[in-house]
């Protein structure tokens, strides 16, 4: 078992940042590829971007390439999604995932955060 637990959600004006972090504990979370995903309201989850175990990979939306940066500190067993340049459709609550490959179908991930919230106002 891999718990999850997401931080540093809120609210922020569109052209601004925001940076999320995603705390990992169980079993060898290292082990696992990490992506983050996102649900508006009414819509489907949807991939934003994941990193490999060692970190030397990144994986990202095309709607979100250029703007978000993802980083994971093994050390420390958190993965952090670094957002800039926000716009208001990328309000949505926002997951961390963990899967044992590189996937982004939210079909195939094994364990899941409970979600952070991020608002972002026009």
């Known amino acids: 078992q891999v718990q999850l637990v997401e931080s540093g959600g809120g609210l922020v004006q569109a052209g601004g940042s925001l940076t999320l972090s995603c705390a990992a504990s169980g079993r060898t979370p290292t082990m696992y590829f990490m992506g983050w995903f996102r649900q508006a309201p009414g819509k489907e989850r949807e991939f934003v971007g994941g990193?490999?175990?060692?970190?030397?990979?990144?994986f990202y939306a095309n709607s979100v390439k250029g703007r978000c940066t993802i980083s994971r500190d093994n050390a420390k067993n958190t993965v952090s999604l670094q957002m800039n340049s926000l716009k208001p459709e990328d309000t949505a609550v926002y997951y961390c995932?963990?899967?044992?490959?590189?996937?982004?179908?939210?079909?195939?991930?094994?364990?899941w955060g409970q979600g952070t919230q991020v608002t972002v106002s026009s």
């Open positions: 990193i490999t175990q060692s970190g030397a990979s990144t």
């Open positions: 995932a963990a899967v044992r490959r590189v996937s982004t179908d939210r079909d195939e991930y094994d364990y």
